[in-house]
């Protein structure tokens, strides 16, 4: 029997039905998070070791990449990849890989059930029957907003940015859109101030990409232009939102409402956020449904054995 080949793992996939159990099966794997002391296990394990698997949540900095002297292929679980030093992969000629595509549906439906969630009250309404407020028929909790023929302002128009607003015309909304560029290929119309985009908008959709590009993004600007009656959906990054801003605005009513998946500094939820009841809040599950984590799991292990066989990554993430 041939030795398994040693691969590096950050963290567990505890968001993933079998991914653990695969790289266990098919790999000897070094179970980085089970080292107290990380860069001694890299010393002590890391020679020799060319692939390291992760994931946005586990990261992979320039520490663990200056530790692996034979790394080349970087696999990420996710889409994201903000916490990746991917710059310092590259000058090493490192391969980064991540999973895209496999998620927008699922991550686009999420962002529609938030705005849904947000403006016709639904977690509201749910809190309110299960303890006990319901007593009269009609005029039990304030009234939601609509949100069919409404506008639908995304901020980034990619992958998953187009999906949401392909679902808006289901709902007949106008759709605007911000980004770093103009796209010629969408029927969508562009803002090049993300403030005038804000100001015009009811909903406003965060779908762009995390790191230091996009932080605080949405600024306590971009947040007042939105105004009273609009409402913010982060399905992103927590730290592209100015979170300080985005608490003092909706305490002071400069904001109707929010509807978060991702937070500043997740899992932490500033307590003003959950003491208000024009928020929902989501633990960061836009991808997280069976099929979608299969999928993301299956392509992570296919750019692992494709970089294997033929030494090259199947999606390499592009900066
Ligand atoms: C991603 O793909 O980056 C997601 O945040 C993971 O669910």
């Not at 990261?59 to 310092?88: H, M, N, R």
């Not at 929902?280 to 970089?307: D, K, Q, W």
Request: hydrophobic share 40%; glycine share 10%; charged share 25%.
């Amino acid at each position: 029997m041939t030795a398994k080949h040693r691969i590096i793992q950050v963290g567990s996939y505890a968001g993933s039905p079998t991914a653990n159990d695969r790289l266990a099966r098919d790999y000897d794997v070094v179970e980085l998070w089970k080292y107290p002391d990380r860069k001694a296990a890299l010393a002590e394990h890391g020679k020799g070791v060319d692939v390291l698997v992760t994931s946005a949540s586990m990261g992979c900095t320039a520490e663990i990449i200056d530790a692996l002297p034979d790394l080349k292929a970087i696999c990420s679980w996710g889409v994201g990849y903000e916490t990746i030093d991917v710059k310092a992969a590259q000058r090493r000629g490192i391969q980064v890989s991540n999973t895209p595509d496999v998620l927008t549906d699922c991550v686009a439906d999420l962002a529609w059930g938030l705005i849904l969630a947000a403006a016709r009250r639904i977690a509201y309404g749910d809190r309110f029957v299960r303890t006990g407020g319901w007593g009269q028929v009609h005029g039990s909790i304030p009234l939601g907003s609509r949100v069919s023929g409404k506008k639908l302002g995304i901020v980034g128009l990619g992958r998953i940015g187009q999906a949401i607003a392909k679902r808006g015309s289901g709902f007949d909304m106008e759709v605007r859109y911000h980004g770093r560029r103009r796209r010629d290929d969408v029927p969508y119309t562009y803002e090049a101030s993300l403030r005038d985009l804000a100001a015009w908008a009811d909903f406003l959709v965060v779908a762009t990409v995390g790191g230091p590009s996009t932080f605080h993004l949405i600024s306590k600007e971009v947040i007042e232009a939105l105004g009273p009656k609009g409402t913010i959906v982060n399905i992103a990054r927590g730290p592209v939102i100015d979170e300080n801003a985005l608490v003092e605005a909706l305490q002071t009513g400069k904001l109707g409402n929010a509807a978060l998946d991702v937070f500043e500094h997740e899992p932490k939820v500033p307590d003003a956020l959950k003491a208000n009841d024009n928020v929902v809040l989501l633990p960061h599950i836009g991808s997280a449904t069976l099929e979608t984590r299969l999928e993301m799991e299956n392509l992570m292990l296919a750019n692992l054995e494709a970089f294997l066989k033929t030494g090259k990554v199947l999606t390499p993430v592009v900066e």
